[in-house]
């Protein structure tokens, strides 16, 4: 079973940051797939990011490439998404999702992510 909590969440003007935090436990292994999604409401859940804990090799949306940046702590078995640049239309509840064991395939297909954190909500003002 694998437990995933994300935090970190909250308001921002347009051209702040935020970080969120993707706390894992159970069983990750060491070459797993862990996604960072969002869901704006109205629209459906869309791929934000990805990395791959064997390598730590990474994927972005076009959305967000060169704004956000996800990042490994191994040791504490934790992934962040730093946001830089925010724009009000990344307003949405953040997930982080994890596929252990997994590549990460892209484009990201959330079917392919079998653990969901309960998510964390981000807020940009203009």
């Known amino acids: 079973q694998v437990q995933l909590v994300e935090s970190g969440g909250g308001s921002a003007q347009a051209g702040g940051s935020l970080r969120l935090s993707c706390a894992a436990s159970?069983?990750?292994?060491?070459?797993?797939?862990i996604g960072w999604f969002r869901q704006a409401p109205g629209k459906e859940r869309e791929g934000v990011g990805s990395?791959?804990?064997?390598?730590?090799?990474?994927y972005y949306s076009d959305s967000v490439k060169g704004r956000f940046t996800i990042s490994l702590d191994n040791a504490n078995n934790t992934v962040y998404l730093q946001m830089n640049s925010l724009k009000p239309e990344d307003t949405a509840m953040f997930y982080c999702?994890?596929?252990?064991?997994?590549?990460?395939?892209?484009?990201?297909?959330?079917?392919?992510?079998?653990?969901w954190g309960q998510g964390t909500q981000v807020t940009v003002g203009s």
């Open positions: 159970g069983y990750i292994n060491k070459n797993s797939c």
């Open positions: 990395i791959y804990t064997g390598t730590g090799s990474t």
């Open positions: 999702a994890a596929d252990p064991g997994k590549y990460c395939y892209k484009p990201m297909d959330r079917t392919d992510f079998g653990y």
